[in-house]
T-cell receptor
Framework: DVKVTQSSRYLVKRTGEKVFLECVQD?????MFWYRQDPGLGLRLIYFSYDVKMKEKGDIPEGYSVSREKKERFSLILESASTNQTSMYLCASSLAGVGDGYTFGSGTRLTVV | KNEVEQSPQNLTAQEGEFITINCSYS?????LHWLQQHPGGGIVSLFM???GKKKHGRLIATINIQEKHSSLHITASHPRDSAVYICAAEGMGGSEKLVFGKGTKLTVNP
């Protein structure tokens, strides 16, 4: 069964810590995405990547960075975690150029205290 | 502006009822996705539509390209259908990114 795997389901971090959220897909997808989901705001795109070492800002990139050194892995980095980054983080991947194949991970519930 | 609107925001139904969730979008798209998220769970892709209608079990999704509108129907609803249903438009402004609606929270009571 093809998958997008997020490394942690629940995570609690302290304000100011550097946080890494990892996402791995086994479908050889070109596109990978990081979203955050908040009540009343829905899903918002943080960063996405169309290829290895390529990244583009989404709608809310402030306070985040990403890394894609290998095709299957897309990491979201919170350089200095803040309480307003408490959220559900979802990773997704898709094939390039087509609508099919969008697959989501199970999410990481991050709480910053 | 690229927008996706869903209605209703919340929906409560009795088991067995026929359910419709609506999604409209502001500009032309290449595909429309319907997603399901159970409480505390990840997101599952239900359908991807570029035209017409698709059916999977008790779920039916339709799209009207001219009217920029899609519907998700659930026949003979069941408590296990309780979830948030999200529509997402792909290809707005030529982008492969998804633009999401805010979701419809469905509760089916026994």
């Amino acid at each position: 069964d093809v998958k997008v795997t997020q490394s942690s389901r629940y995570l609690v971090k302290r304000t100011g810590e550097k946080v890494f959220l990892e996402c791995v897909q086994d479908m050889d997808h070109e596109n990978m995405f990081w979203y955050r989901q908040d009540p009343g705001l829905g899903l918002r795109l943080i960063y996405f990547s169309y290829d290895v070492k390529m990244k583009e800002k989404g709608d809310i990139p402030e306070g985040y960075s990403v890394s894609r050194e290998k095709k299957e892995r897309f990491s979201l980095i919170l350089e200095s975690a803040s309480t307003n980054q408490t959220s559900m983080y979802l990773c997704a991947s898709s094939l390039a150029g087509v609508g099919d194949g969008y697959t989501f991970g199970s999410g990481t519930r991050l709480t910053v205290v | 502006k690229n927008e996706v609107e869903q209605s209703p925001q919340n929906l409560t139904a009795q088991e067995g009822e026929f359910i419709t969730i609506n999604c409209s979008y502001s500009v032309g798209i290449s595909a429309l996705h319907w997603l399901q998220q159970h409480p505390g769970g990840g997101i599952v892709s239900l359908f991807m539509l570029s035209s017409g209608k698709k059916k999977h079990g008790r779920l039916i999704a339709t799209i009207n390209i001219q009217e920029k509108h899609s519907s998700l129907h659930i026949t003979a609803s069941h408590p296990r259908d309780s979830a948030v249903y999200i529509c997402a438009a792909e290809g707005m402004g030529g982008s492969e990114k998804l633009v999401f609606g805010k979701g419809t929270k469905l509760t089916v009571n026994p």
